[in-house]
């Protein structure tokens, strides 16, 4: 992969040419050009053709440098992650800087070697926030919509902590609220019932942690899995612990849970507070939560944002449309 920079003056424009080699041009350019539409959209000044795998791109010899510059970024996040889309485009041409870090290596470190190999790393500069809010603070709020990573940056965190013997366990609970299903209704006993309301972190897990390993933790207690309820009455040392969904606790819940920190625990609570799917007129403890511990020292508070989301490309879409609902009423 290199770059091929030539200036040139053509009717009063500079020229830059860049090359693409050993890289699909396809792969690269996406499906019917989307995301070469996506460079022109944020750069109107700015003329770009893709032909084969060279992109001319004419205009202000400053825009130009500032082109190249993103460019290249996006090029080196193409070479590390094997593709880019729409989300990462974003990230780069409107993004602080951050971005350009992690391209040459100085930030997004792994987290955690998963299965087969992946590689588990902060993909985002507002996950990246989140991975080093946790290493100098014992307890951080993560919050931001579906799809921001939240929970799996978190699970990644752990599951870290753990294999560092940093802690001896990892606990992981969400609030069994039924989000327009009534959970009486559903088959088999208690743990079964609980079990589709635990299954994202579930999933998380087996990405980072072998099938043989993590039934072995499960069943002896390294890992724990459970509802809000088993919380209750226990003291949480030598733990990494996350409260998953927080914004459906409710103002008992939340103090209940907070107060279960024991010595060397770290605790990570996430939530939406877009999605609460608590009754009317109750005040979701996430909510009450952030504002009661806004000024405590050793409690910090990430927002993530549609600029965060990993999932496909519409999820991001689905957050603005409904955001300019809400700020409408």
Known sequence: ??????????????????????????????????????????YPKLKIVARGSKIKV??????????????????????????????????????????ESDSNGIA????????SGRLIKAKTPNQRRLVEAAKINDMVFAIGPAGTGKTYTGVALAVKALKEKQVRKIILTRPAVEAGENLGFLPGDLKEKLDPYMQPLYDALRDMI??????????????????????????LDNAFVILDEAQNTTHAQMKMFLTR???NAKFLITGDPGQIDLPRRVTSGLKEAILVLQNVAGIEVIYLDENDVIRHKLVKKVIEAYKSIEHQN
Do not use: C
Not at 61 to 73: G, I, S, T, V
């Open 210 to 235: 072998s099938p043989e390993k993590l039934t072995h933790y499960l069943e002896n207690g390294t890992i724990q899995i459970a509802p809000m309820a088993f919380m209750r009455g226990r003291t």
């Open 58 to 99: 004419f205009g202000d010899e400053e825009l130009l440098e500032e082109f190249d510059k993103r460019f290249q970024m996006l090029l080196a996040h193409y070479a590390k992650y094997n593709g880019i889309d729409e989300n990462v485009i974003e990230r780069v041409l409107s993004g602080d800087g951050d971005e």
């Open 1 to 42: 992969m290199k770059f091929v920079w030539l200036h040139q003056n053509t009717h009063f424009l500079n020229e830059l040419i860049l090359e693409l080699t050993d890289i699909n041009p396809r792969d690269f350019f996406g499906q019917g050009n989307e995301n070469i539409d996506l460079l022109k959209k944020k």
């Open 261 to 263: 920190m024991g010595k």
């Open 108 to 115: 997004g470190e792994t987290l955690v070697h998963g299965v």
